[in-house]
């Protein structure tokens, strides 16, 4: 039986085993053990975490699917450099962008950057412009590596090397869970990975304009992100279920 066959419950078992296995490997070697468990899909940010990852699989030519979730939203800055790491690691990174019917009703009902207004709204794009294309990335993976960090968030802290994500009946593999941001940076600084020049100017964890401003000296890595809310705790609905850490965004009525 392969990955692609086993039912959630086998694929939960496998995690924990996977779990323990990654702590002793390095970076290339964590992701080598995903792409050898079925076909496996990165979804970068373009963040300085998920650069070091890009370049990984660009060097080692690793089998793994690299895509991005082109939102409509995102810094020109980020949008460049989806060009230059393609360029730098010879790799293809897909674009997935939101559905223009999904984008006018959302603007209709809520206005276009109705997401200031209450958390219901701010959910109900990032559903639309992130979570749905997501999902597109995600079909008919068996794998989906990510660059999160215990140490970017406290909703984070835990992270393990390897999960079941029984959302999307996904092995969810964290390959930099235990890289701090100081061994994020000098790698870079080694490798001479291209990052966002935006993180030199205050921004640590970057999303789309509109939601991410730079943080002050002592503020948590995300704190810039949706500065506006008060929840510690907020996140996109990427790496949480939709129905658990926040409220589930109410669909959005297609554009008659
Ligand atoms: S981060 Fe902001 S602009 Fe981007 S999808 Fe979410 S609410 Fe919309």
């Known amino acids: 039986m392969t990955l692609h ?15 323990a296995k990654l702590e ?6 964590r992701l080598a053990l995903a792409a ?12 300085i975490e998920d650069q070091v990852i890009s370049a990984a699989i660009g060097t080692h030519r690793l089998p793994i699917e690299v895509s991005t979730l082109e939102t409509g939203r995102l810094f020109q800055e980020t949008v460049d450099l989806i060009g230059e790491t393609e360029e730098r690691y010879g790799i293809d990174i897909r674009r997935f962008r939101p559905e223009q019917d999904d984008v006018d009703a959302y603007a209709a009902q809520y206005g276009l950057n109705g997401f200031y207004d209450s958390v219901e709204a701010r959910h109900a794009c990032c559903h639309v412009r992130k979570l749905k294309p997501l999902a597109k990335a995600l079909a008919g993976a068996d794998v989906w590596v990510t660059g999160l960090r215990r140490g970017q968030s406290g909703n984070r802290a835990t ?13 969810k593999i964290n390959p930099l869970a235990d890289w701090d941001i100081d061994t994020i940076n000098a790698h870079v600084e080694r490798q001479a990975i291209p990052v966002n020049p935006l993180h030199k100017r205050g921004y640590p964890s970057i999303g789309c304009e509109p ?12 704190a ?11 996140e996109c609905g990427l790496h949480v279920p939709e129905n658990a850490a926040q409220p589930v965004a109410e669909p959005v009525p297609q554009a008659s």
């Not at 002793?24 to 070697?29: F, K, P, Q, V, Y």
């Not at 050898?36 to 963040?47: D, N």
């Open 224 to 234: 810039g992100r949706w500065w506006w809310e008060n929840d510690e705790k907020r």
């Open 36 to 47: 050898e468990l079925g076909h496996a899909v990165f979804t970068t940010s373009l963040g």
């Open 159 to 171: 992270t393990p090397f390897a999960e079941y994500d029984a959302e999307r009946n996904l092995i």
């Open 5 to 19: 066959d086993a039912a959630g419950r086998d694929r939960l078992e496998l995690a924990a085993t996977l779990d």
């Open 211 to 222: 939601c991410t401003r730079a943080i002050k000296p002592g503020e948590p890595e995300r």
């Open 24 to 29: 002793s490997l390095d970076l290339a070697g």
